[in-house]
């Protein structure tokens, strides 16, 4: 008896067999596998553009307690710019964001009163630089930061070395900055604090400090 021959459009046994569906539970898997793709995919993207970005330009802090009032507050967010001090030096004035020469593991915000070379003396509610433009030195003018109510306690003389920078808080009655633990290694600098972001309402750019000419 001869073979019946197959009908235009009626499937074999084996074209019948491959297009059976897949099972619920193999649907499922395959569902899960191509979500986890997904989001795998989602979180290496991110890390390409964030780690740089966090690496090299900014990085997100918290403020915390008082040391920097009325300029920060205790809770605000800011961020801190890392990428202008790869290209130029820091500036008096600049309040920048440093790991603690005490502890590594912590941070703190203060503000650059002396640079690299300069002598700073605290005395008398001032604070005295000398440098080789001002041999005998000049009073620091920090009314452009600091209320008149703020007043800068202790007596303390550093000579800064090539890579040292002094720093104080500008709430200087409660601040544990250079006067405390000497001047900070430019090596701990996170960044310049560039914007803050929360609160809300006092969103803001932190401009360069712009001291008030040296008359004396």
Same mark, same amino acid.
């Given at each position: 008896?001869?073979?019946?021959?197959?009908? *235009?459009?009626? @499937?074999?046994? =084996? =074209?019948?067999? *491959?297009?059976? /569906? /897949?099972?619920?539970?193999?649907?499922?898997?395959? =569902?899960?596998? $191509?979500?986890?793709?997904? &989001?795998?995919?989602?979180?290496?993207?991110?890390?390409?553009?964030?780690? #740089?970005?966090?690496?090299?330009?900014?990085? /997100?802090?918290?403020?915390?307690? $008082?040391?920097?009032? #009325?300029? +920060?507050?205790?809770?605000?967010?800011?961020?801190?710019?890392?990428?202008?001090?790869?290209?130029?030096?820091?500036?008096?004035?600049?309040?920048?964001?440093?790991?603690? @020469?005490?502890?590594?593991?912590?941070?703190?915000?203060?503000?650059?009163? %002396?640079? #690299? %070379?300069?002598?700073?003396?605290?005395?008398?509610?001032?604070?005295?630089?000398?440098?080789?433009?001002?041999?005998?030195?000049?009073?620091?003018?920090?009314?452009?930061?600091?209320?008149?109510?703020?007043?800068? =306690? %202790? &007596?303390?003389?550093?000579?800064?070395?090539?890579?040292? +920078?002094?720093?104080?808080?500008?709430?200087?009655?409660?601040?544990?900055?250079?006067? *405390?633990?000497? #001047?900070?290694?430019?090596?701990?600098?996170?960044?310049?604090?560039?914007?803050?972001?929360? @609160?809300?309402?006092?969103?803001?750019?932190?401009?360069?400090?712009?001291? @008030?000419?040296?008359?004396?």
């Amino acid at each position: 008896m001869s073979e019946q021959p197959n009908l *235009a459009g009626q @499937p074999t046994t =084996e =074209e019948t067999e *491959a297009q059976t /569906p /897949p099972s619920r539970g193999g649907r499922i898997a395959s =569902e899960v596998f $191509e979500f986890i793709w997904e &989001t795998v995919k989602v979180v290496l993207i991110a890390l390409v553009i964030i780690l #740089p970005v966090r690496y090299f330009l900014i990085q /997100p802090f918290f403020v915390k307690g $008082e040391s920097m009032f #009325p300029t +920060y507050h205790d809770k605000e967010y800011i961020l801190v710019d890392k990428w202008t001090y790869r290209t130029a030096r820091p500036q008096r004035g600049d309040v920048i964001v440093f790991k603690a @020469p005490t502890d590594v593991n912590d941070y703190f915000i203060k503000r650059i009163v %002396g640079l #690299p %070379g300069e002598r700073v003396v605290v005395q008398n509610n001032t604070v005295r630089v000398f440098n080789a433009e001002f041999p005998d030195g000049f009073t620091l003018n920090e009314k452009v930061y600091l209320p008149d109510s703020h007043i800068t =306690e %202790g &007596t303390d003389d550093r000579l800064l070395e090539d890579d040292e +920078y002094y720093v104080l808080g500008d709430n200087r009655q409660h601040s544990s900055d250079s006067r *405390a633990f000497g #001047p900070v290694r430019r090596e701990l600098f996170s960044g310049m604090s560039w914007l803050r972001l929360w @609160p809300l309402e006092r969103i803001d750019f932190l401009e360069r400090t712009t001291y @008030p000419p040296v008359i004396e």
